[in-house]
């Protein structure tokens, strides 16, 4: 007896990449330009980035900034969504071939001294 177990076509795009970042699902780490076959099912997803921090100079200071993801656009057969910084996913479900685009910038953090 064989068990059918589903494999889909991933592909993980980014875009303006700030360094040596990437995907990761379920702890897996997953590379940006790259096309995989994986299982299909639900993933816990994060998508790295590089925190940048600086002693205070001033008041109201914004020199601390996290390059990430600012935008994330999923695309299946099914269409397509679009997340911004706020409210990007904390996982990543998959049941076809999907790719993932990743848009990276800056997102300034401010504090009160």
């Known amino acids: 007896m064989s068990i059918n177990i589903n494999h889909y076509n991933a592909s993980f795009n980014g875009y303006t990449l700030p360094g040596q970042v990437y995907v ?6 997953y590379n940006y330009g ?29 020199n601390n900034y996290i390059y990430g993801v600012t935008t994330l656009q999923i695309v299946t057969p099914q269409g397509s969504q679009t997340y911004n910084f706020t409210d990007m996913p904390s996982y990543l479900c998959i049941n076809s071939t999907l790719t993932v685009d ?8 401010w504090y009160l001294l």
């Open 102 to 109: 990743a848009y990276y910038g800056k997102t300034y953090y």
């Open 34 to 62: 790259q096309s995989y076959r994986i299982m299909g099912g639900n993933y816990s997803a994060s998508y790295t980035g590089i925190t940048y921090l600086y002693p205070p100079r001033i008041l109201f200071d914004h």
């Open 24 to 29: 990761m699902l379920n702890g897996t780490v």
